[in-house]
C-alpha cells in the first residue's frame, strides 16, 4: 500500500450552494463536481451546513423531503466548524 502524506493530495475548491437551492440541484452538483457532499451557506455567505450524498439518499430514501425541497428544509444541525 502506498502512504501518503496530506499535502500531497490534490486539493478542489469546496463546492458551496445556497440554502434555497434543492436537493436536485446538489445532487447534479455532487455529480458534476465528482465530490460526496456540498456546503451550503445562507445568503450571506454564512456556513449552514454540509450536505453528503448519504444524507442526500437518507432524506430521499425516507420520503420526508421529494428532490425539489430546499436545501433549508434538509439540513437539521448547523455544521461544528474551527
Do not use: F, W
Not at 465528482?34 to 450571506?44: A, K, N, P, T
Not at 450524498?53 to 420526508?64: I, K, P, V, W
Amino acid at each position: 500500500m502506498e502512504v501518503r502524506s496530506v499535502q500531497s493530495l490534490p486539493l478542489r475548491r469546496p463546492v458551496v450552494l445556497k440554502n434555497s437551492n434543492t436537493l436536485r440541484d446538489a445532487a447534479r452538483a455532487m455529480q458534476h463536481n465528482e465530490v460526496g457532499c456540498v456546503l451550503i451557506s445562507d445568503q450571506h455567505g454564512v456556513l449552514k451546513g454540509v450536505m453528503t450524498d448519504r444524507d442526500l439518499a437518507m432524506a430521499l430514501g425516507s420520503e420526508r423531503v421529494r428532490s425539489s425541497s430546499r436545501l433549508s428544509q434538509a439540513t437539521e444541525m448547523p455544521p461544528i466548524y474551527v
